[in-house]
Structure formats: C-alpha cells, structure tokens
C-alpha cells in the first residue's frame, strides 16, 4: 500500500503564493504520472495539473500561468507552486499518483483558502 502525504495547504491573501508537497511512501518513478487535483463541496474533482515520469506537464485551463508543478523522483516528492491565488482556487487539494492499469493512489488532502 502506498501513502500519500499533502502538507503546504493553509490560508492566504487574494494575489499571494502557496506550495503544496506531496510526499510518496515508495519511488514516484514507478508511477505512470503524478498530479494534484482539487475539489470543492457539491462539485467534481477536478485535475489541476500532472507532470509524466519524463517531466512533461500539463495544467487546467484555469491555472496556467499561476501553478507549477515539479517532481523530485529522489526524495519521492510532488510539489504543486501555486501563485496569484484567486478566491476561486480556494478548495481542498490532493496528490494523485496514476499507478497504469491498477487502483490509483490518492492522499487525504490539504485545505487551501484565498480570502482576505
């Protein structure tokens, strides 16, 4: 069984940053992919951004130009930089691994909130 552990989340000011950290209790490497998605109450999760094992990344119409994802396949860690945050980001984010034809893994998810 893999873990996934979030940590990062928090409160912040409209226009501010926040990195979120995802850190996997075995080699991402042996992941097809890994990504942070988000959810809010009474919607879909929804795909945030993915980074491939050969580093290609791809990001949610909504979050281009503000988030970065990277990965670094020796400490086993995904991080999710996060800046210009609007109050519409505010939800609850989590790390995603796509372990190919098997069950993905998900983390239990950190709270972000854009407020003032």
């Known amino acids: 069984q893999v873990q996934l552990v979030e940590s990062g989340g928090g409160l912040v000011q409209p226009g501010g940053s926040l990195r979120l950290s995802c850190a996997a209790s075995?080699?991402?490497?042996?992941?097809?992919?890994m990504a942070w998605y988000r959810q809010t109450p009474g919607k879909q999760r929804e795909r945030v951004a993915t980074i491939s094992t050969g580093g290609s990344t791809n990001y949610a119409d909504s979050v281009k130009g503000r988030f970065t994802i990277s990965r670094d396949n020796g400490k086993n860690t995904v991080d999710l930089q996060m800046s210009s945050l609007k109050p519409e980001d505010t939800a609850v984010y989590y790390c995603?691994?796509?372990?190919?034809?098997?069950?993905?893994?998900w983390g239990q998810g950190t709270q972000v909130t854009v407020s003032s």
């Open positions: 995603h691994a796509d372990n190919y034809a098997y069950t993905p893994y």
């Open positions: 075995r080699s991402i490497f042996t992941f097809k992919a």
